[in-house]
């Protein structure tokens, strides 16, 4: 061990929220003046990580020392006072404010009275977007403003902080070329200045440009640290996946038949751009992408539930309308959205009226539901997809995130939809569960369900897809076969600038 | 690839063209217009009969009716813009004003013990408000109803059909309450001074400020680490504090307490909010629009008799115009968002 205490240090930090255990054993060692890279696949723990540093959630166990001291923040403010501050790879800022409010809210300068100052407030801003080389009005609200842009706000704000610790949480998933390059420019000159910086990154041509140290995790513990000129992209890649994909991915063989879901130059300003796309008989489709690239806005516009402004959606060659998820349920679509809690599930509810809510007109044939028609309809889907529960009437809440999963499915099971689209299927399930689900939609998919799955988790795509479309900042890039559809493949597509198409290699 | 930050700085945005800037800046503001509205309804209403303005009485009302609901407008539109409501403040000025008629009646106080302790009263009426919304985590719609029942209650249980007369009030108040100061009455004065102390307050410090963040985007109030749950607090326990104000304002305007009094006031305060632009959901607004809201709805309240509109329209013109504000921000606020995002697309 060196003698000089690092300016960050976690040893052994766990976090687990109810039944999943998010963090295992998070470790991780970053000197001050030195830009070190935190990689891992998605749900490998680093955002748990990140959020304790932040003070955002307290650690179950583990060290955490800053600059040799031990620390306890019990909230942000606490961990911001101590010199460390994180930038979000979706920055939270508050709309209706000016940018210069945003940067100060909260240690606004004041006079003896209370009075903030904001001639001062200003003249700081325009001086920290001068250094940071950046033209946006300081008086302008931040709604609107593009996610690059508001991630230098953040900067800004951390500069202005002095951070000692700065955290980029895939600062550069969604910045085009320059704003990287101007990223990265910034980060070289905060770690001259002394500062610790944390760099998250999918993108491994930042990572090896940029850092000096990189620590790899996976499953929610620590792998390695090691210094950047002794590993290569190939080591990192392979601690990174550390097992075999088919283990995970149990995917069966089905017979793809005659086109579903149809869908064509589907368009939304601001959102989503010329979206086609086709699901089979017995096929999954991935619809990949970085968070904010408008994935799940497709889903959305395609079931109904938003508009859109341009564009045509078919079920089997009959015209799906636009903004009429009802119809669209008639017509034989499913839905299950990526936050189960919020839009799946009547929480507290029990599991067979979760269950039977979108075919209660059906069962109701004197206008009436009643509980042991209700049951008797959903004891078949609960027993079909293994539902874990003592009964039917346990409240849907007190689930575990797999088990709501599967009820969520059931429930739109039970309409009988010819094509099911998929939000994040197993976003916050552990990895047990989640090949349970995995299974589930395989088995669908071969009884000829048509499957639009979105993902953010690579190897999930990449395990159960028959087909991939990739989506980045609202523009398809790329359409990938199995076969073609290789990590880097997807990630590149992913990450590219819309106006730089990539070979797209049509699917028969 | 250099790392030095020393590339040409963008130049500082320049400062617009002082007077066409200022004079674009005003004409989009919200309190523009409904100070405009205002000038056109009086001007109208003058212009049918001049004694609306041109009178002693007239000139008199003119700030003196509002001068209550734009004290509860005040401290609604500060609980508003955190994204809360308050319905309570009707029955919080009723039960204020009867404790403060039962101490005149009962004890000896000076007026000015009475009025501390009426404030501090509305204040603490307020407080539980506010920490039911903050610590239980109840929406504030749903707490301030049943506040709203529950403050009546308590007063109806004490009153019973008890009503403090003008003849039990101390006379120096009653004389403050339908006096005047320089041509304005002394109440539109006190709400005057307090317009000034919120407006400094919501503008200029971090209180304020932080009220329009928690408002704006409460998660991301979190993760910049302010004090939520006490800035909700202190909203309440302001609206609370000047529904106690309110209370002795109309004690020593009208001097008959009865068990009903401020009732169905609570709605005249949000609408007033909402007509004067504070957004529904937070973050955006000001006390200055939500004043301007009660002016122009007290006013209209004395200006349609005049204007010969029947009894029966008037109620729906107050409506229409609530409604008519909200539309008219969603349409302003869609258009902004769409303007931005179009900007964004083109560069």
Redesign the interface.
Known sequence: MPDTPAALELRDVAKSFGPVRALRSGSLRVEAGSIHALVGENGAGKSTLVKIV???YRRDAGDYLLAGEQVDFR??????QAGVAVI?QEP??????SVT?NIF??R?P?NRW???D?AAMRTEV?EL???????I???RPT????IADQQLIEIAKALSLDAKVLIMDEPTAALSGNEV?RLM??A??LR?QGCAVVFISHRFDEVFALCDTITVMRDGGYISTDPISAVTEDQIVQRLVGREVSDLYPKLEATVGKPLLEVKGLTR??LFQDISLTVREGEIVGLAGLVGAGRSEVAQAIFGVDPYESGEVTLEGRQVPAGDPRRAIEMGLAFVPEDRRQHGLVLDAPISRNITLPTSGRLARTGLISTGIENRSAADWAARLEVKAATLDTLAGTLSGGNQQKVVLAKWLSTRPKVLIIDEPTRGIDVGTKSEVHRLLSTLAQQGLGILMISSELPEVLGMADRVIVLSEGHQTAELSREDATPEAVMRAATAHHSTTLNVSEAS | ?????D?P??A??QPRHRAAGRLTWLLKQRETGIAVAFIALLVVTTAVNPNFLFSTDGWRDLTLTPAILVCLAIGQAMVIITRNVDLSVGSTLGLTAYLAGRLFLDTGLPVILVVLIAVAAGAVLGLINGALVAFAKVPALVITLGTLYVYRGIMLEWAGSDRINASDIPPGLLDFGTGSFLFIPNLAWISFALLAVAI?LMR???VG??F??I???P?????????DKRRVLQAFATSGALAGLAGILYVSRYGTISSGVGQGIELEAVGAAVVGGV?IFG??GTVLGAALGAYLLTTINRALPVLGIPDFWQQAVVGALIIGAIVLDRYFARR??D???????ES
């Open positions: 932040a003070g955002l909230n942000t403010a606490d961990a911001k979000y939270t800022l508050f709309p209706d404010l409010e809210m909260g606004q004041t209370g009075r903030i904001r325009v977007f001068a250094r940071l080389g950046v033209p009005e300081p008086d709604e609107g403003l593009s390059d420019s910034v070289r000159t001259d300003t601001g | 690839m250099t790392t030095t930050l590339a700085a963008p500082a945005p400094y200029s410090t971090r400020r932080e329009y963040a408002g704006s985007d998660d991301a109030a979190t993760l910049y680490g302010l004090r957004a973050g955006s902004q968002h303007k931005l995002l179009a900007e964004r697309e």
